[in-house]
């Protein structure tokens, strides 16, 4: 989704370079991000961050974890970042980075993260758009690029086509998941449901009563 550019979120992302990091500066940190953290630990990365609640959530309940939020968009990153700003200042496990998705690997190297989140991605449903979906076999070479033997893609989704569609691409692919990875309906299921961290489109989908689809992948 495309969000309408906002006149102020330039000049905020100039003035807290702390905690977003451009493409330029991005390319840089390849190899040395952990510099950026306080603390050495496992680095996981979202792709497409939206509006930012679910990286930042994770990164509160998690601070023996070091997180990334990635987005292409400047006022999707602006916002995101700005919103965890006021909400909770500059974590110390939690940066923005305001990148490509499909070149990960310019950012990081070979097993620098551990994981992958892909969450509510844009579908698109076209065939002719198959390419731009987050789990073609273009992105998931980028992915296997920069994660170690085992790290693992986790996705969720709405959308009924996306899901069956990203499993038959991680399988094309080699990756490869267990019954206990995946699930039909997220929300229906006690024990998938435990600790899961809500996106703004998840909590929408859900008041509509529409089913999550979730799955772990693993290299």
Do not use: C
């Amino acid at each position: 989704m495309h969000l309408r550019s906002k006149p102020w979120a330039k000049p905020w992302l100039e003035a807290h370079t702390d905690l977003v990091i451009d493409q330029e500066h991005a390319q840089k940190l390849r190899g040395h991000w952990q510099e950026i953290f306080d603390q050495d630990q496992p680095i996981h990365v979202e792709i497409g961050s939206g509006k930012g609640q679910f990286i930042m959530e994770m990164a509160k309940k998690n601070p023996h974890i070091n997180y990334i939020g990635m987005e292409i968009q400047e006022t999707a990153v602006a916002i995101a970042a700005r919103k965890s700003f006021e909400a909770v200042g500059i974590l110390p496990n939690l940066r923005y980075l305001y990148g490509n998705g499909s070149g990960v690997e310019t950012y990081f190297e070979k097993d620098e993260i551990q994981k992958i989140y892909l969450n509510f991605s844009d579908p698109w449903p076209k065939s002719r758009h198959e390419s731009r979906r987050l789990t073609y076999k273009t992105f998931l070479s980028s992915y296997r690029a920069v994660l170690p033997e085992g790290g693992e893609v986790e996705f969720k989704t709405d959308n009924r086509h996306l899901f069956e569609y990203s499993l038959v691409s991680f399988m094309d692919f080699g990756m490869r998941w267990t019954p206990e990875d995946y699930t039909l309906d997220l929300h229906a299921d006690v024990d998938k449901v435990e600790g899961n961290v809500e996106t703004e489109y998840e909590q929408k989908f859900m008041a509509l009563g529409q089913p999550i689809y979730k799955v772990k992948a693993h290299f």
